[in-house]
Structure formats: C-alpha cells, structure tokens
C-alpha cells in the first residue's frame, strides 16, 4: 500500500552552472526558460545509495537496468557496460558488439532495450549479449531515444516504448518503431535522461522522468501522468535528499523495479556524480496488493506468459482465480482445479493475478506476451 505522501513545499531556485560537474558526465545544453522547482521534497525513502564510481573504478556511467538479479550500467562515453550485484559491487564489464555509447536501457522481463542517443532502439539478449533486433524509430519530432523506457501498454497491449532526448518533445513507438504519439515539450518540461513507465501508483499510468532541469545541473525525478504528459507537481530531488556528503550530481539513467528491494516498488537511477557516480533507490510503493504472498510458495510460471501459465502453492486444491488490468477493470474470474489457467484471451500487457486458495489470498503481477 503507497506511504502517504507527505506535502512539504520547497521552492528551490537551479541555477547551478554547468561548468561544476565533472567532464565525464553527459550534461544537457542549457535551455532558455523558468528552470523546473521542488514541490514536494519528502516524497520518498532511500532504499540505498553506492558509490559506483568508486566501485567500477571509473567514472561516466548513465543508463542503468536491473536483469535476473543485478543491475546494468552502462558508460555513456564507449561500449562498455559494468554488470554490478544487488549491493553495487563490480562483478564483471562486458561489451555487445555493435552497440556504443549506451544512455538508458528498459527490461521487459525478457529482453533489454538500448537507446544511445540516435533513431536506433537495440533489443538485446541478455543471455548472449548480443543484439536481436535493432528497431528504427520515426520520430516526427526531436524525441529521439537517449530515454527508452518499456511501456507493456502501448499499441493496444502489444508493447511499445518512449524516447526524448534532452530538451525535447516525447514520443511514443510501437515495437516496429511507429511513431504512437507526442508530448510537447512546453506540456513536460523537463530536460530529459532517463524514464521509467510507473503502472503501481494509484491515479496512474505515470512516466517518471530524470530530469538535468531546463537550467542545467538539476538530478529530478519528476512524475508525469500519461498519456498526456502533463506535470502532476509530484518530485523527488536527489541532490537535496539523497546525495552523499561533499557529492554532486546530474540526472542519468533511470528505471522502476519490484525485485531490487524486498517488499517495495523501488526507483532506480544513476547521478552523474562529482566527485563521483552514485547509484540510488527511492521507495515508490510497497507492494502489498501488487505481489502479497500471503499463498505459501505462490508463483506463477513462466512470468511473462504467453497462453497459459501456471499457478504455483505449495497445497493441493482449486484455485479462485481474479485478474485485473492495470486500470483496476477486471477481466477474468474463473476457479483452475490444477495449476495451468488459460490465459489466451489476454491481450499483451501487465495485470494483477488474485488467487484466492483455503481462505488466503494472494496477488502477484502477471506479464502476458
């Protein structure tokens, strides 16, 4: 259940000069403007900072995701990317060939996608590391894709993405590279790194954002409600709440995870830091009501499914089966007298799976391909 949102209002002036933060971090060019504000400072807990800077050994990193159980980091500035574990130690640096300099990266539980600053959006397999797609984006506007963040409900449930690049417009694509829809840039507003589509908080879909700020040298994450793209004055600033003692640091990559932090909807970003890159992770929600296990050994396989799956307890018995669409309309109910349900009705996307067994309940996320 989401922490109540405390409502403390700072008006903070970011004016901060390019020219302090580190060579090796990707700053955006300043854009003419009134620079974004601090609306609401307490929004979230941090979950967990690391110096991953000192860690890699090097500074320059930016896009960053969270694959089968460690994080990915990428630096910007080649095509290198750190693999880290859940504490933010280095355990190895590999490269795909034929992808370089990698801003963001988005998971869709199967596969990474990679946006490097151009019209290309690289779907990667993370066993062999290899490119298994490289889709061409046709932007009608300026918003190319530094930004990918995965959208599961875009193109009518199939899947697509957004990209911005900076100060840009932002746009959506099918997973052909169609352009779906814009946002102008006077309706967001921000100056665009990375983004993670939020399908957890209640009134949502949202698109969060991290944001370098229209005046330059900002590290916002700033919540956007889709599909409109409007400000909801919902934002969360690293440098006031989060940075290290002595550290500065510039908006980088950023994405929205279940599975980094026990019992939490975690958001996940790297500051271009000076001295130092750090990686940080603020609470967005518990995830009660989004994956309670209250069921012993409740799961559900393969995740994500494509025309059934299996519902997984560690007792014998029918199941009552609820699923929901991420906008709370229910759109299954049925009682499955062994593991498998048939799931071919469902279009592709995310939904909320109850299962109701011996008078316990249990809810979990459910991605249908």
């Given amino acids: 259940m989401m922490k109540k949102l405390l409502t403390l209002s700072i008006m903070l002036a970011l004016g901060t000069s390019v020219s302090n933060y580190a060579q090796n971090a990707e700053v955006a060019p300043i854009v003419q403007g009134t620079p974004s504000t601090e609306n609401t400072n307490a929004l979230f807990d941090l979950l967990f900072n690391y110096d991953i800077g000192a860690n890699i050994g090097a500074q320059g990193n930016a896009g960053v995701c969270f694959v089968n159980g460690n994080f990915w980091v990428s630096a910007w500035a080649s095509d290198f990317i750190h693999v880290l574990d859940i504490n933010g130690n280095l355990m190895e640096t590999f490269s795909i060939p034929g992808v370089t300099g990698t801003r963001s990266m988005s998971w869709d539980g199967t596969n990474v996608y990679i946006g490097t600053a151009g019209t290309q959006v690289y779907l990667i397999d993370p066993v062999s590391r290899t490119i298994d797609n490289t889709i061409t984006i046709t932007p009608s506007t300026n918003a190319t894709a530094r930004m990918v963040a995965y959208d599961p409900t875009l193109d009518g449930g199939n899947g697509g993405f957004w990209t911005g690049n900076f100060s840009s417009d932002i746009a959506s694509f099918d997973l052909n590279g169609s352009e779906l829809s814009v946002i102008p840039l ?51 600033d690293y440098n006031l709440s989060g940075q290290p003692g002595g550290n500065t640091g510039i908006a980088g990559g950023l994405f929205i995870s279940d599975e980094v932090v026990p019992g939490k909807v975690t958001i996940v970003g790297v500051s271009q830091g000076t001295p130092s890159d750090q990686l940080f992770g603020v609470e967005l929600a518990e995830t009660a009501g989004v994956n309670d296990n209250t069921l012993s050994n409740f799961s559900l396989s393969p995740n994500p499914a494509s025309g059934k799956v299996n519902i997984n307890t560690s007792v014998a018995g029918e199941k009552h089966v609820v699923i929901y669409d991420v906008l709370g309309k229910q759109v299954a109910n049925t009682t499955v007298t062994g593991t498998e349900l048939n799931i071919s009705s469902l279009k592709a996307g995310v939904y909320l799976v109850s299962v109701t067994q011996n008078k316990s309940t249990a809810t979990k996320k459910l991605v249908v391909q």
């Fill in 186 to 236: 006077a309706t967001h507003g921000t100056a665009i790194y990375g983004g993670a589509v939020d399908l957890v908080t209640p009134g949502g879909p949202y698109l969060w954002i991290h944001d370098q700020t229209t005046a330059g040298g900002g590290d916002l994450v700033v919540q956007l409600q889709l599909p409109g793209g409007t400000p909801t004055g919902v934002v969360y």
